[in-house]
């Protein structure tokens, strides 16, 4: 019997998504309306700017019936949607997907209530770790899932890459994603004589902020490049990802959680030379897909790109075990049956 479903996260249409949570709430929905099959949606892309999408959810939860309830946004605006679901006794079950990993250390620090969060069904999150914080502030109704992407292009690890080393960039540019970080271990590489042996591309939007300054430094470096947006909805980005040595992450943001970025690095059998953020051990490890430096520290950033250009051989046992871990992010295998099962959606509440 089909069950009916409230779906509240960011999806980001009519637009092509390139924000991670647009991108995985768009695979989430289409897996519910698959699997249950009476769902609808509020859209919450813009709610800060928008107050009308916070009325629009209010009249729904209070003039309809669900029999589960589906939030999957953002720290802050989760938190507002937990509490508000939580405190109208619904007879709905209600489920927090998390988008990033912060919240249960605002919860330890007294930032946000943790009774809201008790009262859910399960919180879905993206790492282990995620629910050792979560089970250390006397919450258990977790669930780990990992993030997920469609397997559209599978490399060949036997090509050995030559020439240049390729490194690449895919994310918001950000002060925080850590840009200047990288523009700034080019500039002392190239200072060092090792211009002509190396490249970096980016992807991904710009900033308003920060803007000017990123293209004022980029016209200094010859070997830097941004090639605006890479569409991963297709064989064609994933085979041009797949062309490149090593994928660069020095992000500061103290909320990362499971970036998308990570499961589409490892589809492209790409090593990460990434920052050690809270979760970044379990998802990339040392030496397992990739290369760990303190977060923030561009000295150490620097010295792993140098590392890789000086001696790339080092990154093909990285590359072999990234493909195999991509295995763990397939979305046919991550979003299947067995899911509304453990979660406990397939039987009838109204």
Known sequence: MKQRLFFLGALDYPNIPQAGDAVKNRFLLDYFK????????????????????????????????????????????????????????????????????????????????????????RIVVEADKVRELYHKVGIDNTYRLYNFKPVLYVPDISIIHEGKVRFVFLSRLTELKGVFHILNSVTTLNSDGMENLFEVDFYGRIDSDVKERFMNILETLPNVHYNGFLDLNSADGYRILAGYDAMLFPTMHVTEGFPGVVADAAMAALPMIASDWQYAQEIIGQGDCGMLFPVGDNQALTEKM?????????????????????????????????????????????
């Open 34 to 121: 698959k699997d249950l099959g009476d769902v609808c949606y509020v859209d919450t892309q813009k709610w800060k700017r928008n107050p009308l999408i916070l009325l629009k959810v209010l009249w729904r939860l209070l003039f309809d019936r669900f029999d589960n309830i589906v939030i999957s946004t953002s720290n802050v605006s989760a938190y507002r949607l937990v509490r508000l679901t939580t405190s109208l006794h619904l007879r709905s079950r209600i489920y927090y997907f998390m988008i990033g990993g912060y919240t249960p250390v605002k919860i330890r620090d007294g930032i946000y209530k943790a009774e809201p969060f008790k009262k859910l069904e």
């Open 306 to 350: 140098r590392t890789v250009i000086e001696d790339r051989g080092i990154l093909q046992p990285m590359r072999s075990r990234a493909l195999e871990r991509s295995r763990l992010y397939d979305v046919e295998k991550v979003l299947d049956k067995k899911l509304i099962e453990d979660l406990g959606m397939n039987a009838r509440v109204y």
